[in-house]
């Protein structure tokens, strides 16, 4: 898939299942650390919870070691498992979602818990707002002094990210390239500086 979908802020949903509140928290994360900082937020919001159970998808949906997930307390494998795997067959990336709950008294038992996690994010999920995030790759562009302010003025046009500059004898640009519109891009920069650049690509390094 050329993108995957991330919340485009952090959106809360409320669930209601046999007295016990369900209280959905959903945020784009990019990496472990922002997911964990996500996850720390909402129990300092909701103290007073009897569980904060997460799961999370901190990178591209494919990145299997940005995947993961607790049941908080809630018996083991009914909260956090459940909920990844909505997660995961969801199409959203870079994404932690936490669910809050308030126990209403009444035990929802094993299977109970797991269809009531599963819900929670589910519906969630159907109604975050989101938008379409594009992987990246890194690349470097190497150019002379004479074509900086013909490259600059192509990547102010273009979805090219810039991330580092380094001047020396020559200028060393540290790019962030949508992986489905780079060879296009690739191709009218050569020819911008009619072959006297240098690229560094994953492939080549």
């Not at 937020?41 to 494919?62: E, L, M, S, T």
């Not at 018996?75 to 956090?80: E, L």
Request: proline share 4%; with cysteine; net charge negative.
């Amino acid at each position: 898939m050329d993108y995957y979908l991330s919340p485009t802020h952090t959106q809360r949903f409320d669930l209601e299942i046999k007295n016990s509140q369900f209280i959905t928290t959903v945020s784009r994360t990019q990496g472990r650390a922002a997911a964990k900082a996500f996850i720390d937020q909402i129990r300092a919001q909701y103290p007073d919870a009897n569980h904060h159970c997460w799961a999370f998808v901190a990178g591209a949906p494919n990145n299997v070691h940005l995947w993961d997930q607790s049941d908080d307390g809630e018996p083991k494998g009914t909260a956090g498992k459940p909920m990844l795997n909505v997660l995961q067959h969801s199409d959203f990336g870079e994404t932690t979602v936490v669910v809050t709950r308030y126990f209403g008294g009444i035990k929802l038992g094993a299977g109970g818990l797991v269809r009531a996690y599963s819900q929670a994010v589910q519906e969630a999920l159907s109604q975050t707002e989101s938008e379409n995030v594009y992987p990246r790759v890194p690349v470097q562009l190497k150019i002379t002094y004479s074509l900086l302010g013909k490259i600059e003025y192509f990547l102010e046009q273009s979805d090219i990210e810039i991330h580092n500059k380094t001047y020396t004898d020559s200028i060393v640009i540290d790019l962030a390239v949508i992986e489905r519109t780079w060879p296009e891009q690739k191709q009218a920069l050569t020819d911008l500086c009619q072959g006297n650049l240098t690229l560094i690509e994953p492939d080549n390094e």
